[in-house]
């Protein structure tokens, strides 16, 4: 099972430079892979009790793509149904060329209906225009370009789009919900549970298979550990029993920026 980082965007306290340093010495350290929180516009001030995402995500990662060589980058997650898909195609599949493709574009509906109003998109279509986005992303990245139609886009055959990636941009979901796993079966390449224990994961899991007819999904989860008062090995006996239950990757997030690169390490001591 891979171990990877969820990088605490949530301070505006903290400066960019300290972000990337602490997705350096994750890789260092040996980590997979780490990821960024995305909220546009929340209806309160970004903390690690609600709201992530600080620093714009993608921007962000193209700043850690050039510090870093190995290392996977993700969203996790993406509110997709407030991005446009045309751009975001454009800036995923340069994200992926930029960093030898190691970029995994992370997606989820989004729950917070405030920043859909302060948006004017459509809260309750949120989950038909997710799906909607990854397949033209997914058509665009494959094709490199026209034509294309489906309920909210259309475009004919002059249509170019570049840069095409080298390989499409693998799609992550995340959330639990039955909609979220057939999402993932129809199109994902990932799947990230959050605020499951690993008896539930090993249920939603074993759901995702039988809707992927076998299709092989990189299965994982979010987990937290921000509080010095337990134990590195209490820590550790729970990954141990997400391994057991057949998550391919566990996302850990080490708490505020304060504290965070202290048990980022000891975890890995």
């Avoid at 714009?56 to 510090?67: G, K, N, Q, R, T």
């Avoid at 509110?79 to 995923?92: G, K, S």
């Avoid at 995702?208 to 337990?230: C, K, N, T």
């Amino acid at each position: 099972m891979e171990l990877h980082v969820v990088l605490p965007d949530e301070s505006p306290r903290m400066g960019p430079r300290e972000l990337t340093a602490l997705a350096q010495e994750a890789e260092a350290l040996g980590y997979e892979g780490v990821w960024l929180p995305d909220h546009v516009l929340p209806p309160g001030p970004y903390g690690p009790d609600r709201y992530g995402g600080v620093y714009e995500p993608l921007i962000a990662l193209a700043s850690i793509a050039a510090v870093t060589r190995r290392i996977t980058l993700g969203t996790s997650v993406l509110v997709l149904p407030l991005r446009d898909p045309l751009i975001l195609a454009r800036q995923t599949a340069t994200l992926a060329r930029m960093s030898g493709g190691r970029f995994v574009l992370g997606a989820g509906t989004g729950w917070e209906r405030y920043e859909f109003d302060a948006a004017g998109a459509d809260f309750a279509e949120r989950g038909a225009r997710t799906t909607s986005a990854l397949r033209l992303i997914r058509h665009l990245h494959e094709s490199g370009g026209g034509p294309y139609q489906d309920a909210f886009h259309s475009f004919d055959d002059r249509a170019v789009f570049q840069p095409v990636p080298e390989r499409p941009v693998p799609f992550l979901i995340g959330g639990n919900s039955p909609a979220a796993l057939r999402r993932t079966a129809e199109i994902g390449d990932w799947w990230q549970g959050f605020g499951l224990d690993p008896g539930e994961f090993a249920g939603h899991l074993a759901r995702l298979r039988e809707l992927s007819g076998g299709r092989r999904v990189h299965a994982g989860a979010r987990i937290g550990w921000d509080d010095d008062d337990r134990d590195v090995r209490d820590v550790r006996a729970e990954i141990d029993a997400w391994a057991a239950a057949g998550a391919d990757h566990l996302a850990v997030w080490f708490g505020d920026a304060e504290g965070f690169g202290r048990r980022m390490r000891a975890l890995r001591g």
